[in-house]
């Protein structure tokens, strides 16, 4: 049978001081320990490696961005390239926040920045429709979500998918899983990161949860046992599939 879970650790870095966190809510409400940490860190490709792609920054007139690490890295590529990005260049975001996160790099309303309404893949592919005529450079990681990518390919548009970034195990070895009976995972590298860090890592009764569903096939196919699973139609929320799993097992208890 589970134990009482006493000790939580979430694959994320902590929240700023002020800000608030659902999570520490949840550990007032079942009184766990709460502990955060990043398990994977990202890092960009060399500009001399991404010159074997033979892409020139310049060939394109528009940019698709979908987070706020790539548009750290399209800008680092440009300047280690030494390229100069025309204010004509079109940059299309799949949020707002990804669109005003670009102020760090360009007086915003001086651009031609554009986002979606919501930030469903169909969305941004409405978006896209508007302006097909353009030329699109996507950057991408080795890892993400893959809707968006997808979809283009069953259009016409001409999207060129090029690695600017990649999201790596960090080194965590530091830290004593044993103190742990409950850790949460939202990205398939964070398994591997687990396993990299800790080979000897043996499950026991510790619980594991997996935020999307490459992540809960990367903890099956460690070997692992899945106990807890979002987003789904019950829980959309990582939050509240653990508030649901904690209450279940509270219950069971008494």
Do not use: W
């Given at each position: 049978?589970?134990?009482?879970?006493?000790?939580?650790?979430?694959?994320?870095?902590?929240?700023?001081?002020?800000?608030?966190?659902?999570?520490?809510?949840?550990?007032e409400?079942?009184?766990?320990?709460?502990?955060?940490?990043?398990?994977?860190?990202?890092?960009?490709?060399?500009?001399?490696?991404?010159?074997?792609?033979?892409?020139?920054?310049?060939?394109?007139?528009?940019?698709?961005?979908?987070?706020?690490?790539?548009v750290?890295?399209?800008?680092?590529?440009?300047?280690?390239?030494?390229?100069?990005?025309?204010?004509?260049?079109?940059?299309?975001?799949?949020?707002?926040?990804?669109?005003?996160?670009?102020?760090?790099?360009?007086?915003?309303?001086?651009?031609?920045?554009?986002?979606?309404?919501n930030?469903?893949?169909?969305?941004?592919?409405?978006?896209?429709h508007?302006?097909r005529?353009?030329?699109?450079?996507?950057?991408?990681?080795?890892?993400?979500?893959?809707?968006l990518?997808?979809?283009?390919?069953?259009?016409?548009?001409?999207?060129?998918?090029?690695?600017?970034?990649?999201?790596?195990?960090?080194?965590?070895?530091d830290?004593?899983?044993?103190?742990?009976?409950?850790?949460?995972?939202?990205?398939?590298?964070?398994?591997?990161?687990?396993?990299?860090?800790?080979?000897?890592?043996?499950?026991?009764?510790?619980?594991i949860?997996?935020?999307?569903?490459?992540?809960?096939?990367?903890?099956?196919?460690a070997?692992?046992?899945?106990?807890?699973?979002?987003?789904?139609?019950?829980?959309?929320?990582?939050?509240?599939?653990i508030?649901?799993?904690?209450?279940?097992?509270?219950?069971?208890?008494?």
């Open positions: 049978m589970t134990t009482k879970v006493k000790n939580v650790l979430i694959s994320q870095p902590p929240p700023l001081e002020g800000e608030k966190s659902p999570y520490k809510d949840l550990a409400k079942f009184n766990f320990k709460l502990g955060f940490r990043k398990f994977i860190k990202v890092e960009g490709v060399p500009a001399k490696e991404f010159r074997k792609e033979r892409i020139n920054l310049l060939d394109f007139s528009a940019v698709i961005l979908t987070s706020k690490n790539a750290d890295h399209y800008f680092r590529m440009a300047k280690e390239m030494r390229v100069d990005i025309p204010i004509e260049m079109k940059y299309l975001c799949t949020s707002e926040s990804t669109a005003l996160y670009m102020q760090n790099y360009v007086q915003y309303r001086k651009r031609k920045i554009f986002f979606p309404k930030q469903t893949p169909q969305a941004m592919l409405d978006l896209i508007k302006h005529a353009e030329k699109f450079l996507f950057p991408i990681s080795n890892v993400g979500r893959a809707d990518p997808k979809a283009l390919e069953k259009t016409k548009y001409d999207v060129t998918k090029v690695k600017f970034y990649r999201t790596v195990p960090d080194d965590v070895s830290l004593k899983m044993s103190g742990f009976n409950m850790l949460v995972f939202f990205s398939p590298i964070e398994i591997k990161s687990l396993l990299d860090n800790f080979p000897k890592f043996r499950q026991g009764q510790t619980v949860a997996a935020f999307g569903s490459a992540t809960a096939e990367a903890v099956e196919k070997g692992l046992k899945l106990q807890i699973s979002a987003p789904t139609p019950e829980f959309p929320s990582m939050t509240a599939a508030d649901a799993y904690l209450t279940t097992l509270a219950k069971t208890k008494k």
